[in-house]
């Protein structure tokens, strides 16, 4: 699957602590393998009527994705502090 991530959210991921920036690293390498659906990843879950998927990559810190082109794109919407998170 082909994984979006703008240069906003790549700006974002500089600003992580680098224990969060490898795991955003292995989220994205999870959703080019795996698809949008990942329940194995921390407070996976889909949003309601919508195509946003989110998780925890740690306690402070989560990502948020849609899935623009069913079963072929994915682009990452969010990455940042859990309390800014836009769900």
Same mark, same amino acid.
């Given at each position: 699957m082909? /994984? *979006? @991530? =703008? $240069? #906003? *959210?790549? #700006?974002? /991921?500089?600003?992580? $602590?680098? =224990?969060?920036?490898v795991l955003f690293a292995k989220l994205v390498r999870d959703l080019h393998e795996k698809g949008s659906v990942l329940p194995n990843w921390p407070n996976y879950k =889909?949003? /309601?009527?919508?195509?946003?998927?989110?998780?925890?990559l740690s306690y402070h810190w989560a990502a948020c994705w849609i899935? @623009? *082109? #069913?079963?072929?794109e994915l682009e990452v919407t969010y990455v940042g502090s859990r309390e800014n998170a836009p769900y």
């Open positions: 082909n /994984v *979006i @991530t =703008k $240069p #906003k *959210i790549l #700006k974002a /991921v500089r600003l992580m $602590p680098q =224990k969060e920036q =889909k949003l /309601v009527n919508t195509n946003t998927h989110h998780c925890h899935e @623009t *082109i #069913k079963g072929i």
